[in-house]
């Protein structure tokens, strides 16, 4: 029989396969999911999870890379707040507002992976500089950036990939 150990790790990781264009988070209810794999699916929408769900998930990793998703909603950031790694890689992201939400609203991200979207430009609405205490890993290769913001600071960054983008500035 399989052991008690491997049982609760498989409880920790899932990797879902979707029909439909949408999800809702509702899984983010397993209070002991650790990584959520949604990659490679034909995801467009995020739905947040049924407002009637409490409390935080423990979720550490999640991977939403190889689907045509847009955005994700500030609800779903807000019921994730100990994520440590996003991957949005191959998406349709095209609009700035991603990149700072996902910083205002996750603040123990290590890495986020935002490639080969559709990232034109990382201005912010906002005039405030902002700080991100954990972040350790941005990659924004593949995009078609031409200029990286000087309102940002990342104090423990250690890679910063912007690779394959159109920059005139830094």
Known sequence: ???????????RTARIKIAGS???MDILRLCKLS??????NKL???????????GKSKL??????Y???T??????????????????????????????????????????????NKLRELKRQKAQKISHECLKQISLSGNTISHYPDSVDFPVLKSLSLDKNQL???
């Open 67 to 69: 689907n045509k998703l």
């Open 60 to 65: 550490a990793k999640l991977r939403l890379d």
């Open 22 to 24: 949408w999800f809702r």
């Open 1 to 11: 029989p399989p052991r008690v150990d491997a049982l609760q790790d498989l409880l």
């Open 71 to 116: 955005s994700i909603p500030t609800q779903i950031m807000n019921k994730i707040p100990d994520l440590i790694s996003l991957r949005l890689c191959h998406n349709n992201i095209l609009d700035a507002g991603v990149f700072w939400n996902i910083l205002e609203h996750l603040p123990n991200l290590v890495r986020l992976d935002l490639s080969y």
């Open 44 to 54: 467009q929408k995020l739905l947040p999870a049924d407002p009637d769900i409490t």
């Open 168 to 170: 005139t500035s830094l």
């Open 35 to 40: 990584t959520l794999d949604l990659r490679w």
